[in-house]
């Protein structure tokens, strides 16, 4: 298989590493997805990750906790499932790097764009965790940021679900799925597959998004080749 893109950032949920146990990391769910890193590595692609913290940290969780102190939270989640997702990448013999919008040097690298290309000219693998280090931004607004910065040919969206719908497909069965939408739709129709911010930082910096399922067959190695699923999101 020959790759389409040269450089990608790949979103994860961290919901979907925690699997059917809705909590925490799956092992058989990060051997998966470590799996596909290693064939699309070996495609000499470079790889970059952001990773959401939701399988251990989501929101305020049914608390009155204040906003800033629970995202803040969120960003410490990210940066376990960044550690763990090192780990499994390196005992594959694959170079990585935890970058951290949040200074914690004892663990990871302070995230410094000039390092990450480095990083990437040294064919090691990035994971740029801590969203972007403030409260009140997801991790797709964190994803988005990231993917403009390193020039990423595109951002990789793997979801639950097989792509974006007019309409939440767990709940209606006859709901819509787009093959192609673009940014000014996903704002426009105020579509939920990812916030606003990040599909206009997407939109002006012309990075072109798929959406995609996470737990179909080999689907981040297919979306790296071109091959047509999910949701494509772009300008045109």
């Known amino acids: 298989m020959t790759p389409k893109y040269k450089r990608i950032l790949l979103k994860l949920s961290g919901e979907a590493l925690a699997g059917s146990q809705r909590f925490g990391l799956n092992e058989d769910v990060v051997s998966m997805v470590v799996d596909q890193l290693v064939k699309v590595h070996e495609m000499g692609v470079q790889i970059g990750l952001v990773i ?18 629970a995202d803040h939270m969120g960003m410490l ?9 090192m780990d499994a990448i390196e005992q594959r013999g ?12 004892s663990v990871a690298e302070p995230y410094i764009l000039r390092k990450t290309l480095h990083h990437f000219e040294k064919g090691r693998i990035v994971i740029m965790a801590c969203g972007t280090g403030n409260p009140y931004c997801s991790t797709d607004t964190a994803a988005a940021q990231r993917a ?3 020039d990423a040919d595109v951002l990789l969206m793997a979801k639950n679900v097989d792509g974006i719908y007019d ?49 179909e067959k080999d689907s981040i190695v297919r979306a790296v080749c071109g091959e047509t699923l999910g949701t494509l999101i772009s300008n045109e």
């Open 148 to 150: 403009c910065e390193i």
């Open 94 to 105: 694959i170079p990585t790097r935890v970058q951290t919008a949040l200074i914690m040097t």
């Open 77 to 85: 989640a990210t940066v376990m499932n960044s550690l763990a997702m």
């Open 167 to 215: 309409s939440d497909p767990a709940v209606n069965p006859a709901a819509k799925k787009y093959d192609h939408l673009t940014f000014g739709d996903i704002i426009n129709k105020g579509l939920k597959a990812m916030d606003t911010t990040a599909a206009t930082m997407c939109m002006e910096n012309n990075i072109p998004v798929l959406a995609f399922a996470l737990f």
């Open 52 to 69: 959401g913290g939701g399988n251990f940290w989501r929101g305020r969780q049914g608390t009155n906790m204040d906003r800033t102190t």
